[in-house]
């Protein structure tokens, strides 16, 4: 009984470390790799199409799911997304070994939608398992921190060379933690149907709604030729906001701060390749990408100090809540990120980069956390709630950085962006700078000012 004991909690804790892994690091160790296919042939839409499908049907995944009704078995909807994402990742790397067009295509739309709901859904499966009484230790948290951090910096500096190998690398974790999923005890809850109630059509057109507008900000940032494509854009997220506007009758606080939090992250990932690419300094690339990772390892190990300081605070003051203290002090510190990456200073941008990456990391694990004790609907929708909100906050941020860097880029003789072309055919010059920097100027005020207002929101309560 008690070697059967140990074996069943080394399983759930290897699940706990993969799955955590994965959940952390599901939006960029993809992006990554499917950027790999880029190189050599920058500008080329053929070898683009994948990295845009990705990041396309990743953003319209969750909106899709939310359309067929409420979540009821999240274990077995998890399971079926990581079939499609092995899928994908098999389809990729056939692709890759073969020289085959179409099959990256076909993998990265099954890898963008079959992810598109696992952090949130992974998420709440461990909520109610923690409920249940079920506990993951502390280091092992913190080392799927670790190692979600690690694999980002490797897989950048790698994916040049050793893409088929990091494309099979990722299946293999994809694979791992489906079969210690598919091998986990089914309780009587994981028997159930998949979804409850009744369909909710306007999510579909929220998924459309993201395809598209995915579709247009990503394809015009990655060719820079189809200048049409940024009115169509901004139609789509004056479209995609009005519509919400009008069907949400309240907001809730925690997922207005959630949006903030994805387009603050998003504008760090973003802007580092993009500006330092177009300026000529890949380097500093690396070392953008080597703080985002640290960020995210530096993220768990900040809560206790932050929430000390937040203890101290509230005894000063009783004008907010414990975790609405917590988000204003994570807010507040990446805004001071925001504030010292204005100049593109090297030390200053760096800096400015783990600070944003670590408390938006932090912040929003708290936020998830504290919304999911409220009570109402189930842990699954709630999270769901989340990362809708989440993935509208990075669409609408990568949106709006595009179309004030097409405002700021010089007309040149056949492109109205001559400076994201630099970028795009990655031979970048310095004299883009001066462009670069009027966004990184316009962009990251938007965000702090942004920042101030989710700070002060104050959004209705939802119905208990």
């Not at 070898?47 to 009704?69: D, H, M, N, T």
């Not at 005894?315 to 807010?331: D, E, F, P």
């Not at 405002?407 to 962006?417: D, K, Q, V």
Request: hydrophobic share 50%; glycine share 10%.
């Amino acid at each position: 009984m008690k070697k059967s004991w140990e074996k069943k909690s080394r399983s759930d804790q290897l699940l706990h470390l993969l799955g955590g892994t994965l959940a952390e690091g599901y939006i960029v160790i993809p992006n990554l790799i499917y950027a790999g296919l880029i190189r050599g042939r920058y500008g080329q839409i053929t070898y683009l199409l994948p990295f845009v499908l990705l990041y396309a049907f990743e953003k319209a995944g969750v909106f899709l799911v939310s359309g067929f009704g409420r979540v009821r078995n999240s274990t077995a909807l998890i399971r079926i997304g990581l079939g499609l994402a092995v899928l994908g990742a098999a389809l990729t790397l056939g692709g890759v070994l073969g020289n085959s067009l179409v099959l990256p295509d076909i993998g990265a739309a099954c890898v963008g939608l079959g992810l598109s709901c696992y952090n949130a859904l992974f998420r709440a499966a461990e909520f109610r398992k923690r409920q249940s009484g079920a506990k993951a230790g502390t280091a092992v948290t913190m080392m799927g921190h670790a190692l979600t951090g690690i694999l980002i910096v490797l897989i950048f500096l790698l994916r040049g060379s050793l893409l088929p190998a990091i494309i099979a690398c990722f299946l293999t974790l994809l694979l791992a933690v489906l079969l210690l999923m598919c091998f986990r005890s089914i309780s009587e809850r994981e028997r159930m149907p998949l979804f409850e109630g009744q369909k909710r059509p306007i999510f579909f057109l929220y998924a459309a709604i993201a395809v598209l507008l995915t579709l247009c900000v990503r394809g015009y940032k990655q060719t820079a030729g189809a200048f049409f494509l940024m009115p169509a854009a901004a139609l789509m997220i004056l479209l995609f906001t009005v519509i919400r506007l009008s069907r949400q009758k309240r907001f809730y606080t925690f997922s207005v701060r959630a949006a903030w939090y994805g387009a603050v992250r998003n504008f760090v990932i973003i802007f580092s390749l993009i500006g330092f690419t177009a300026t000529g300094q890949p380097e500093l690339v690396t070392v953008a990408y080597f703080m985002v990772g640290l960020g995210v390892c530096l993220s768990k190990l900040c809560e206790k100090p932050v929430r000390k300081l937040c203890e101290t605070l509230n005894r000063k003051t009783a004008r907010y809540s414990r975790n609405g203290l917590y988000q204003a002090v994570c807010i507040s510190l990446c805004c001071i990120g925001l504030i010292l990456m204005i100049p593109m200073q090297t030390v200053l941008y760096m800096a400015g980069v783990l600070l944003i990456v670590t408390f938006a990391a932090a912040g929003n694990a708290a936020g998830t956390r504290s919304f999911t004790e409220l009570p109402f609907s189930t842990p699954e929708e709630k999270y769901l709630i989340r990362a809708r909100f989440y993935g509208m906050g990075t669409m609408i941020q990568q949106g709006f950085l595009m179309l004030t860097l097409s405002l700021f880029s010089p007309s040149g003789e056949n492109t109205p962006a001559a400076a994201l072309q630099d970028y795009t055919l990655s031979q970048g010059s310095m004299a883009n700078e001066a462009v670069f920097r009027a966004t990184l100027a316009i962009s990251a005020s938007t965000l702090v000012l942004c920042g101030m207002a989710a700070i002060f929101y104050r959004g209705r309560k939802p119905a208990q």
